[in-house]
Protein backbone atom coordinates (compact mmCIF):
# COMPACT_ATOMS: atom_id res chain seq x y z
CA UNK A 1 0.00 0.00 0.00
CA UNK A 2 1.30 3.25 -0.99
CA UNK A 3 2.25 5.72 1.65
CA UNK A 4 0.84 9.13 2.65
CA UNK A 5 1.23 11.99 -0.13
CA UNK A 6 3.65 14.72 1.22
CA UNK A 7 3.10 18.24 -0.36
CA UNK A 8 5.51 20.95 -0.36
CA UNK A 9 4.11 24.19 1.07
CA UNK A 10 4.90 27.35 -0.76
CA UNK A 11 6.54 30.14 0.84
CA UNK A 12 3.70 33.02 0.52
CA UNK A 13 6.90 35.11 0.92
CA UNK A 14 8.76 33.91 -2.37
CA UNK A 15 5.81 33.68 -4.08
CA UNK A 16 4.82 37.40 -3.21
CA UNK A 17 7.87 38.01 -4.23
CA UNK A 18 7.72 36.45 -8.00
CA UNK A 19 4.55 37.88 -8.59
CA UNK A 20 5.76 41.68 -7.76
CA UNK A 21 9.42 41.00 -9.48
CA UNK A 22 7.14 39.80 -12.69
CA UNK A 23 4.56 42.98 -12.55
CA UNK A 24 7.40 45.38 -12.17
CA UNK A 25 9.74 44.08 -15.14
CA UNK A 26 6.50 43.82 -17.09
CA UNK A 27 5.78 47.38 -16.44
CA UNK A 28 9.26 48.36 -17.16
CA UNK A 29 9.83 46.61 -20.35
CA UNK A 30 6.54 45.84 -21.59
CA UNK A 31 3.94 48.66 -20.53
CA UNK A 32 6.89 51.31 -20.91
CA UNK A 33 7.76 50.99 -24.17
CA UNK A 34 4.44 50.85 -25.99
CA UNK A 35 2.89 53.41 -24.28
CA UNK A 36 5.51 55.82 -25.07
CA UNK A 37 4.99 55.82 -28.38
CA UNK A 38 1.90 57.71 -27.86
CA UNK A 39 2.76 59.96 -24.31
CA UNK A 40 5.98 61.69 -23.48
CA UNK A 41 5.99 61.84 -19.80
CA UNK A 42 4.73 58.13 -19.36
CA UNK A 43 8.35 57.21 -18.78
CA UNK A 44 8.57 59.44 -15.38
CA UNK A 45 5.51 57.55 -14.10
CA UNK A 46 6.28 53.78 -14.84
CA UNK A 47 9.90 53.68 -14.74
CA UNK A 48 10.17 54.49 -10.93
CA UNK A 49 6.66 52.79 -10.14
CA UNK A 50 8.69 49.52 -11.93
CA UNK A 51 11.82 50.12 -10.02
CA UNK A 52 9.82 50.27 -6.88
CA UNK A 53 7.81 46.90 -7.40
CA UNK A 54 11.61 45.42 -7.74
CA UNK A 55 12.90 46.76 -4.38
CA UNK A 56 9.32 45.59 -2.91
CA UNK A 57 10.20 42.02 -4.35
CA UNK A 58 13.48 41.50 -2.99
CA UNK A 59 12.63 42.83 0.26
CA UNK A 60 10.29 40.26 0.49
CA UNK A 61 13.35 37.76 -0.18
CA UNK A 62 16.35 39.55 1.28
CA UNK A 63 18.39 36.27 1.36
CA UNK A 64 19.10 35.84 -2.22
CA UNK A 65 20.48 40.02 -2.58
CA UNK A 66 22.26 40.57 0.47
CA UNK A 67 25.25 39.57 -1.54
CA UNK A 68 24.35 40.79 -4.64
CA UNK A 69 23.91 44.23 -3.26
CA UNK A 70 27.43 43.80 -1.87
CA UNK A 71 29.28 43.40 -4.97
CA UNK A 72 27.25 45.47 -6.73
CA UNK A 73 28.17 48.49 -4.89
CA UNK A 74 31.93 47.67 -4.88
CA UNK A 75 33.69 50.60 -6.82
CA UNK A 76 35.06 50.16 -9.79
CA UNK A 77 36.39 53.26 -12.56
CA UNK A 78 33.16 53.16 -14.01
CA UNK A 79 31.29 53.97 -11.05
CA UNK A 80 34.40 56.54 -9.52
CA UNK A 81 33.95 58.52 -13.12
CA UNK A 82 30.53 58.75 -12.42
CA UNK A 83 30.08 59.37 -9.07
CA UNK A 84 32.99 62.30 -10.12
CA UNK A 85 31.13 63.96 -12.61
CA UNK A 86 27.67 64.01 -10.35
CA UNK A 87 29.87 65.61 -7.83
CA UNK A 88 31.63 68.35 -10.16
CA UNK A 89 27.67 68.82 -11.80
CA UNK A 90 26.67 69.39 -8.22
CA UNK A 91 29.43 71.63 -7.36
CA UNK A 92 29.12 74.18 -10.84
CA UNK A 93 25.98 74.71 -9.31
CA UNK A 94 27.65 77.33 -7.40
CA UNK A 95 28.37 79.57 -10.52
CA UNK A 96 25.63 78.29 -13.22
CA UNK A 97 23.86 81.61 -14.32
CA UNK A 98 20.26 79.33 -13.97
CA UNK A 99 20.59 78.63 -10.38
CA UNK A 100 16.92 77.34 -9.45
CA UNK A 101 16.76 75.17 -13.03
CA UNK A 102 20.12 74.11 -12.77
CA UNK A 103 19.11 72.69 -9.69
CA UNK A 104 15.83 71.23 -10.32
CA UNK A 105 17.63 69.56 -13.20
CA UNK A 106 20.28 68.40 -10.70
CA UNK A 107 18.08 66.64 -8.36
CA UNK A 108 15.88 65.67 -11.10
CA UNK A 109 18.40 62.82 -12.50
CA UNK A 110 20.25 62.44 -9.75
CA UNK A 111 16.79 61.18 -8.23
CA UNK A 112 16.51 59.12 -11.30
CA UNK A 113 19.64 58.03 -11.73
CA UNK A 114 19.57 56.54 -7.87
CA UNK A 115 16.24 54.59 -8.75
CA UNK A 116 17.72 52.97 -11.71
CA UNK A 117 21.15 52.12 -9.35
CA UNK A 118 18.32 50.38 -6.69
CA UNK A 119 16.73 48.78 -9.47
CA UNK A 120 20.02 46.94 -11.02
CA UNK A 121 21.14 46.45 -7.46
CA UNK A 122 17.72 45.09 -6.30
CA UNK A 123 17.26 42.49 -9.44
CA UNK A 124 17.28 38.56 -9.34
CA UNK A 125 20.43 37.06 -8.64
CA UNK A 126 19.37 34.32 -11.40
CA UNK A 127 16.94 35.90 -13.98
CA UNK A 128 14.19 33.26 -14.94
CA UNK A 129 13.88 32.61 -18.87
CA UNK A 130 10.62 34.02 -18.51
CA UNK A 131 11.27 37.16 -17.23
CA UNK A 132 13.87 37.37 -20.02
CA UNK A 133 11.00 37.06 -22.52
CA UNK A 134 9.43 40.06 -21.73
CA UNK A 135 12.35 42.21 -23.50
CA UNK A 136 11.42 40.78 -27.02
CA UNK A 137 7.68 40.87 -26.20
CA UNK A 138 8.23 44.84 -24.82
CA UNK A 139 10.51 45.38 -27.94
CA UNK A 140 8.14 43.75 -30.41
CA UNK A 141 5.34 45.42 -29.37
CA UNK A 142 6.69 48.69 -28.90
CA UNK A 143 8.04 48.66 -32.87
CA UNK A 144 4.48 47.50 -33.72
CA UNK A 145 2.70 50.85 -31.89
CA UNK A 146 5.43 53.18 -33.21
CA UNK A 147 4.73 51.37 -37.28
CA UNK A 148 0.78 52.32 -36.35
CA UNK A 149 1.77 55.66 -34.86
CA UNK A 150 3.63 56.70 -37.62
CA UNK A 151 1.58 55.34 -40.78
CA UNK A 152 -1.79 57.16 -38.67
CA UNK A 153 0.36 60.22 -38.61
CA UNK A 154 -0.51 60.69 -34.66
CA UNK A 155 2.63 61.90 -32.66
CA UNK A 156 4.59 63.17 -35.48
CA UNK A 157 4.64 67.13 -34.67
CA UNK A 158 8.36 68.24 -34.54
CA UNK A 159 9.72 71.80 -33.70
CA UNK A 160 13.36 73.31 -33.78
CA UNK A 161 13.97 70.78 -30.89
CA UNK A 162 14.59 67.37 -32.21
CA UNK A 163 14.10 65.85 -29.22
CA UNK A 164 10.57 67.28 -28.93
CA UNK A 165 8.76 64.64 -30.90
CA UNK A 166 6.95 61.97 -28.98
CA UNK A 167 7.49 59.18 -31.96
CA UNK A 168 10.77 60.06 -32.25
CA UNK A 169 11.67 59.80 -28.56
CA UNK A 170 9.87 56.44 -28.72
CA UNK A 171 12.06 54.93 -31.51
CA UNK A 172 15.26 56.32 -29.94
CA UNK A 173 14.02 54.59 -26.86
CA UNK A 174 13.59 51.19 -29.08
CA UNK A 175 17.42 52.08 -30.48
CA UNK A 176 18.80 51.52 -26.89
CA UNK A 177 16.17 48.22 -25.89
CA UNK A 178 17.03 46.68 -29.06
CA UNK A 179 20.66 45.09 -27.75
CA UNK A 180 20.00 44.06 -24.47
CA UNK A 181 16.37 42.49 -26.65
CA UNK A 182 18.76 40.52 -28.81
CA UNK A 183 21.34 39.84 -26.33
CA UNK A 184 18.62 38.11 -24.15
CA UNK A 185 17.47 36.13 -27.45
CA UNK A 186 21.22 35.23 -28.55
CA UNK A 187 22.55 34.03 -25.15
CA UNK A 188 19.85 31.34 -25.25
CA UNK A 189 20.28 30.88 -29.41
CA UNK A 190 17.28 32.38 -30.57
CA UNK A 191 19.06 33.83 -33.48
CA UNK A 192 15.87 33.61 -35.88
CA UNK A 193 13.64 35.58 -33.20
CA UNK A 194 16.59 37.85 -32.76
CA UNK A 195 16.55 38.34 -36.38
CA UNK A 196 12.82 39.00 -36.26
CA UNK A 197 13.22 41.37 -33.27
CA UNK A 198 15.81 43.56 -35.03
CA UNK A 199 13.60 43.72 -38.83
CA UNK A 200 10.96 45.39 -36.67
CA UNK A 201 12.77 48.18 -35.04
CA UNK A 202 14.69 49.21 -38.23
CA UNK A 203 11.22 49.26 -39.88
CA UNK A 204 10.02 51.31 -37.40
CA UNK A 205 12.71 54.30 -37.23
CA UNK A 206 12.38 53.80 -40.99
CA UNK A 207 8.73 54.74 -40.37
CA UNK A 208 9.14 57.07 -37.93
CA UNK A 209 12.04 58.51 -40.51
CA UNK A 210 14.32 59.08 -37.76
CA UNK A 211 17.63 59.73 -39.33
CA UNK A 212 19.51 59.96 -35.91
CA UNK A 213 18.04 56.70 -34.75
CA UNK A 214 18.87 55.06 -38.49
CA UNK A 215 22.28 56.08 -37.61
CA UNK A 216 22.60 54.70 -34.17
CA UNK A 217 21.35 51.52 -35.09
CA UNK A 218 23.30 51.01 -38.11
CA UNK A 219 27.23 52.02 -36.16
CA UNK A 220 25.75 49.73 -33.60
CA UNK A 221 25.26 47.07 -35.90
CA UNK A 222 28.69 47.37 -37.45
CA UNK A 223 30.05 47.49 -33.70
CA UNK A 224 28.74 44.30 -32.98
CA UNK A 225 29.87 42.30 -36.74
CA UNK A 226 33.20 43.59 -35.44
CA UNK A 227 33.58 43.04 -31.77
CA UNK A 228 32.08 39.36 -32.57
CA UNK A 229 35.48 37.90 -32.93
CA UNK A 230 37.65 39.84 -30.50
CA UNK A 231 35.55 42.14 -28.41
CA UNK A 232 38.11 43.06 -25.88
CA UNK A 233 40.15 44.74 -28.51
CA UNK A 234 37.20 46.15 -29.93
CA UNK A 235 36.32 47.82 -27.05
CA UNK A 236 39.61 49.29 -26.18
CA UNK A 237 39.62 51.17 -29.76
CA UNK A 238 35.95 51.96 -29.03
CA UNK A 239 37.17 53.65 -25.46
CA UNK A 240 39.84 55.57 -26.95
CA UNK A 241 37.90 56.79 -29.74
CA UNK A 242 35.41 57.67 -27.30
CA UNK A 243 37.95 59.42 -24.79
CA UNK A 244 39.74 61.51 -27.33
CA UNK A 245 36.09 62.46 -28.88
CA UNK A 246 35.33 64.14 -25.26
CA UNK A 247 39.20 65.72 -24.48
CA UNK A 248 39.47 67.30 -28.06
CA UNK A 249 36.16 68.18 -28.16
CA UNK A 250 37.07 72.75 -28.86
CA UNK A 251 39.81 71.31 -31.33
CA UNK A 252 36.78 69.62 -33.31
CA UNK A 253 35.14 72.66 -35.06
CA UNK A 254 38.56 74.42 -36.07
CA UNK A 255 39.76 70.91 -37.74
CA UNK A 256 36.08 71.27 -39.44
CA UNK A 257 35.91 75.05 -40.34
CA UNK A 258 39.10 74.10 -42.16
CA UNK A 259 37.43 71.00 -43.79
CA UNK A 260 34.13 73.23 -44.84
CA UNK A 261 36.49 76.26 -46.50
CA UNK A 262 37.94 73.90 -48.55
CA UNK A 263 35.14 71.89 -49.75
CA UNK A 264 33.24 75.13 -50.23
CA UNK A 265 30.71 74.09 -47.36
CA UNK A 266 30.70 76.91 -44.86
CA UNK A 267 26.40 76.33 -44.36
CA UNK A 268 26.82 73.12 -43.26
CA UNK A 269 28.85 73.73 -40.43
CA UNK A 270 27.67 76.49 -39.40
CA UNK A 271 27.40 75.23 -35.83
CA UNK A 272 30.92 74.55 -36.06
CA UNK A 273 31.74 78.19 -36.57
CA UNK A 274 29.65 79.45 -33.63
CA UNK A 275 31.66 76.33 -31.54
CA UNK A 276 35.17 77.71 -32.82
CA UNK A 277 34.04 81.91 -31.72
CA UNK A 278 32.52 80.47 -28.52
CA UNK A 279 36.05 78.55 -27.76
CA UNK A 280 37.99 81.80 -28.83
CA UNK A 281 36.37 83.62 -25.89
CA UNK A 282 36.14 81.32 -22.94
CA UNK A 283 39.67 82.03 -21.40
CA UNK A 284 39.61 80.24 -17.75
CA UNK A 285 35.88 79.05 -18.66
CA UNK A 286 36.91 76.23 -20.52
CA UNK A 287 38.16 74.92 -17.19
CA UNK A 288 35.50 75.03 -15.11
CA UNK A 289 32.53 75.67 -17.52
CA UNK A 290 29.66 77.78 -17.20
CA UNK A 291 27.85 75.26 -14.95
CA UNK A 292 25.52 73.16 -15.45
CA UNK A 293 22.18 73.20 -17.85
CA UNK A 294 24.05 76.66 -18.81
CA UNK A 295 23.98 75.19 -22.92
CA UNK A 296 20.27 74.32 -22.77
CA UNK A 297 18.94 77.50 -21.21
CA UNK A 298 21.13 79.82 -23.38
CA UNK A 299 20.17 78.51 -26.11
CA UNK A 300 16.33 78.82 -24.98
CA UNK A 301 16.47 82.50 -23.40
CA UNK A 302 18.73 83.68 -26.66
CA UNK A 303 21.95 84.08 -24.11
CA UNK A 304 24.02 81.72 -27.53
CA UNK A 305 22.72 81.84 -31.08
CA UNK A 306 20.59 79.20 -32.52
CA UNK A 307 23.04 77.29 -34.46
CA UNK A 308 24.84 76.79 -30.96
CA UNK A 309 25.74 73.11 -31.59
CA UNK A 310 23.67 70.66 -29.56
CA UNK A 311 25.95 67.78 -29.50
CA UNK A 312 26.83 66.41 -26.24
CA UNK A 313 30.51 67.04 -26.95
CA UNK A 314 29.92 70.98 -26.62
CA UNK A 315 27.53 71.05 -23.83
CA UNK A 316 30.00 68.98 -21.70
CA UNK A 317 32.52 71.45 -22.39
CA UNK A 318 30.29 74.28 -21.91
CA UNK A 319 28.55 73.44 -18.88
CA UNK A 320 31.60 71.92 -16.96
CA UNK A 321 34.27 72.49 -19.02
CA UNK A 322 37.66 70.05 -19.27
CA UNK A 323 37.59 68.43 -15.72
CA UNK A 324 33.56 66.91 -16.96
CA UNK A 325 35.10 66.16 -20.34
CA UNK A 326 38.15 64.82 -18.52
CA UNK A 327 35.41 62.76 -15.98
CA UNK A 328 33.40 62.01 -19.53
CA UNK A 329 36.33 60.40 -21.24
CA UNK A 330 37.51 58.75 -18.24
CA UNK A 331 34.03 56.84 -17.94
CA UNK A 332 33.60 56.48 -21.64
CA UNK A 333 36.81 54.60 -21.90
CA UNK A 334 36.31 52.41 -18.68
CA UNK A 335 32.97 51.43 -19.71
CA UNK A 336 34.25 50.45 -23.09
CA UNK A 337 36.60 48.40 -21.26
CA UNK A 338 34.26 47.15 -18.87
CA UNK A 339 31.47 45.54 -21.93
CA UNK A 340 34.92 44.02 -23.18
CA UNK A 341 35.35 42.08 -20.81
CA UNK A 342 31.88 40.72 -20.41
CA UNK A 343 31.32 36.90 -21.35
CA UNK A 344 32.14 36.20 -25.12
CA UNK A 345 28.21 36.36 -25.62
CA UNK A 346 27.08 39.15 -24.20
CA UNK A 347 30.23 41.59 -24.74
CA UNK A 348 29.08 42.20 -28.71
CA UNK A 349 26.27 43.55 -27.54
CA UNK A 350 27.00 45.51 -24.79
CA UNK A 351 29.29 47.22 -27.05
CA UNK A 352 26.77 47.73 -29.83
CA UNK A 353 24.36 49.31 -27.26
CA UNK A 354 27.13 51.74 -25.84
CA UNK A 355 28.09 52.94 -29.26
CA UNK A 356 24.51 53.62 -30.54
CA UNK A 357 24.02 54.97 -27.01
CA UNK A 358 27.03 57.67 -27.47
CA UNK A 359 25.99 58.20 -31.59
CA UNK A 360 22.68 59.49 -30.36
CA UNK A 361 23.82 62.42 -28.07
CA UNK A 362 26.86 63.23 -30.67
CA UNK A 363 24.54 63.41 -33.70
CA UNK A 364 22.39 66.31 -32.21
CA UNK A 365 19.54 64.91 -29.93
CA UNK A 366 18.42 66.89 -27.12
CA UNK A 367 19.77 65.25 -24.70
CA UNK A 368 19.32 67.53 -21.90
CA UNK A 369 16.15 66.79 -20.90
CA UNK A 370 14.90 64.38 -18.25
CA UNK A 371 13.62 61.71 -20.21
CA UNK A 372 17.17 60.84 -22.36
CA UNK A 373 18.70 60.06 -19.00
CA UNK A 374 15.37 57.65 -17.81
CA UNK A 375 15.45 56.16 -21.11
CA UNK A 376 19.39 55.79 -20.62
CA UNK A 377 18.43 53.98 -16.96
CA UNK A 378 16.12 51.62 -18.14
CA UNK A 379 18.57 50.39 -21.15
CA UNK A 380 21.28 49.97 -18.16
CA UNK A 381 18.39 47.76 -16.54
CA UNK A 382 17.98 45.75 -19.05
CA UNK A 383 21.47 44.79 -19.91
CA UNK A 384 21.69 44.22 -15.99
CA UNK A 385 18.50 41.99 -16.38
CA UNK A 386 20.23 40.14 -19.49
CA UNK A 387 23.80 39.64 -17.65
CA UNK A 388 21.85 37.59 -14.50
CA UNK A 389 20.56 35.35 -16.99
CA UNK A 390 23.69 33.74 -18.07
CA UNK A 391 24.03 31.11 -15.60
CA UNK A 392 24.33 27.64 -16.41
CA UNK A 393 24.02 24.25 -14.17
CA UNK A 394 27.45 22.49 -14.17
CA UNK A 395 28.06 19.23 -12.94
CA UNK A 396 30.78 18.69 -11.05
CA UNK A 397 34.10 17.22 -12.18
CA UNK A 398 35.45 13.95 -11.55
CA UNK A 399 38.12 12.83 -9.70
CA UNK A 400 40.46 10.26 -10.85
CA UNK A 401 41.39 7.98 -7.80
CA UNK A 402 44.99 5.77 -8.28
CA UNK A 403 45.56 2.54 -7.49
CA UNK A 404 41.82 1.63 -6.57
CA UNK A 405 41.68 -2.26 -6.44
CA UNK A 406 38.12 -4.14 -6.90
CA UNK A 407 39.65 -7.31 -4.32
CA UNK A 408 37.01 -7.11 -1.65
CA UNK A 409 39.94 -9.15 0.46
CA UNK A 410 42.38 -5.64 0.13
Request: hydrophobic share 60%; charged share 10%; proline share 5%.
Amino acid sequence: MAGPVTRTMNDPAADAALLLMRVGLGLLFIILPAASVFSRRVIFVILPVGAALVFLAATLAPRRHAVLARDDLQLSPVSAGLIFLILWAGLSLLWTPFEAAAAERFLKSAGTGLVVALAIVFLPGRTRSSNLNLLPIGTGLAAICAVAAALLGLAMAKTVDMGSSTLERSVVMLILLVWPTLAALGIRDRWAMAGVVAVAVSVAAVAAWSPVALTAMALGALTFAISVSKPQQTAKWIGLALAALFVLGPVLPFVLKLFAGARGAEGSFAPMFVWSEIVQNEGLRLITGHGLDSSARGILQGYLPLRTPRTILFEVWYDLGLLGALGSAWLAYFAALSAGRATHTLAPFLLAGLVSGIVIPISGLSTAQLWWLSAIGLAAISFALVARGQYRTRRPLAKVVDNISLDPAR
